[in-house]
DNA sequence: CGAAAGTGTTGGAACGTTCCAACAAATCGT
DNA sequence: ACGATTTGTTGGAACGTTCCAACACTTTCG
């Protein structure tokens, strides 16, 4: 390890310039001549010299970076999510600090004081856990967009997510269409998105009329939460030949209750779920499910907080996105 | 957005006190009387005041930040291990920058070029694809870990990871006690640590005097290698009775070409997968695994690299973890 | 041919912290 | 009662960059 990183100023003395002009070099300037130019690079290379961001950060008073504060990196929808982000703010030459709250409100507050320490220039909260208030707090100190959830109506703050309610509408239409009636649903627990696909069921479930049939049991949006919901349903003696469940990883979960009952998926239960991750495609789970367009969130998210760093009085914007229904094994016609 | 972000000179103007003694304060040194403190706090209250990280990581030239590169935040092992890095970071104070390499050797590269210009004080390299004369450059400029890889004999770079060979040996050792002889190896690809795992394969079987029946399928450590790794062992004809496959996500791709062949899994054929992912263990998979302590392989990458910036000469030090067993219903007695 | 307009280059002042030597005031020991 | 210590406090010099006004030299052109 060298005893001193080289500066900007230790360049410029073995290339016999001044700094400034090594600066204006580094950043590839045009008005720097090409033999001051070949003598700097030369120099750089052979002293190993790299620039220290803290003090350009300082100097220029731009961070070039972007908070990237994630509910919770384990589930696996976050990291596709994630990708799309980091595709387009590299294409924007900007760089992410990507922290995790680890589900936990205090946990995130804390990390996203320590972003605005570093001085980013914007934060995208995916999927986060916070107060209305300090979310409130956060877009007046900062440009923010939150991701899959949609927030409206606070100053300096976009959001973009999927319609939630529309997507349960569809998940249902489907099953109904395969001529299933008694189609029960999975919940994803308390919290806002979970609500919202509730709703969704309801609401299509009475466009059929079939109210009467409706049917919640509680779930969370974990295997154990699928599980347990869908293990409810089936011993409810309701006789359900469908089962909408709150989210994909719940639907693994739905899978084991039906086979641990000696049922068979799709001939003897129809199961939904909903998100498209990756991971329900794969072949021995196969689950049909309400997709939502992970990437294209996550870019068209970054997209829109670089808008608003452009501008930041634009009036707060939502983004909805269109989910949509991929039909795999898990889902087939009612049986008569 | 306030005009200009408050500078701990306002805050020393507000509290008429000078700006060295709001630097003490907010420290939280014992050398500021009660008084001032107060006042200091109350005035930095009232402001919104926020130190810059850029310009005290100038000041003390140190940023408190470790830079953390994972090869690919799809693998939800990684998730598993970040997650145990971040805990053991945020204990020591530290914050985390957390970059993906997108399994892509450029792009990691100007990566870690990034986190270096950030003056990052230490690098988490969570399954790297780098040249090993870029790792030996790394490690001189800045210390590191390596996660997942053992590397040995580089100065500057500890590392962490499982020993592959050991536990490819046990997975076979427990088809074997199950009765198993025909057992086939579906590989993870062209790399070190697939590499590994078949050299334990093949140590094992002849350890059993089964060399005869070892046979090797080309696969990968993606859902698409393993079914079609696991396609050619069964359509082979060789008879064989168990697939030891070379990670968990292979694996289900494995449950899925057992099961389009209309065979059970484990009646007709036992599977085994590698790694300890949490979705192996999802109740509809269930897949016997040789798990590693990802979360302790984090924590304690981690604090390897701690040790070392402590003191960054010592020797470079490699810690293997134990892969253990985890029996699943996945793996069952050969039938006679 | 002399003023105007480029072309390269420069030193010094920011940026917001921390560190250090210096100091004033209060307390101490003898 | 007086130097020695302790307790708070201070201004100024770093830290490594970018920006700006100013420069010395061409070149252009009316």
Request: charged letters at 20%; a negative charge; one cysteine or more.
């Amino acid at each position: 390890m060298a005893p001193n990183r080289p500066t900007i100023k230790d360049v410029a003395a073995l290339a016999g310039v001044s700094k400034s002009l090594v600066s204006l070099a580094m950043r590839g300037s045009d008005r720097v001549s090409a033999e001051s130019r070949a003598a700097i690079i030369e120099a750089a290379t052979q002293l190993g010299y790299r620039p220290n961001a803290a003090a350009r950060s300082l100097a220029d008073r731009r961070s070039h970076t972007l908070g990237v504060v994630v509910l919770d990196l384990l589930n696996p929808i976050y990291a596709e999510i994630i990708d799309g982000v980091q595709g387009e703010v590299r294409q924007h030459g900007y760089h992410t600090m990507l922290v995790t709250g680890n589900d936990n409100p205090v946990i995130e507050q804390g990390e996203v004081e320590k972003l605005l320490e570093f001085q980013v220039e914007g934060l995208v909260l995916i999927g986060h856990r916070m107060p209305a208030g300090s979310l409130d707090a956060i877009a007046g100190d900062c440009p923010a967009v939150v991701i899959s959830r949609a927030e409206r109506g606070i100053a300096g703050l976009d959001s973009i997510s999927n319609d939630d309610v529309f997507g349960a509408r569809i998940a249902v239409d489907h099953l109904v269409s395969l001529g299933h009636q008694s189609i029960a649903h999975v919940t994803g627990g308390i919290n806002e998105v979970a609500m919202l696909r509730t709703l969704g069921y309801e609401q299509s479930m009475a466009n059929h009329r079939l109210a009467d049939q409706t049917a919640c049991y509680d779930g969370a949006f974990t295997d154990e939460g699928g599980y347990r919901g869908a293990a409810a349903a089936l011993d409810s003696g309701r006789g359900h030949t469908a089962l909408f469940v709150a989210n994909d990883i719940a639907a693994v979960g739905a899978l084991a209750a039906v086979a641990d009952r000696g049922l068979d998926v799709p001939a003897d239960i129809s199961i939904v779920g909903y998100d498209g991750m990756a991971l329900a495609g794969l072949r021995s789970l196969s689950i049909t499910t309400i997709a939502q367009p992970l990437a294209r969130i996550g870019t068209e998210g970054a997209s829109l907080l670089f808008l608003r760093i452009g501008d930041p009085t634009r009036p707060p914007a939502h983004i909805g996105v269109e989910p949509r229904l991929i039909i795999r094994n898990s889902s087939g016609p009612c049986r008569p």
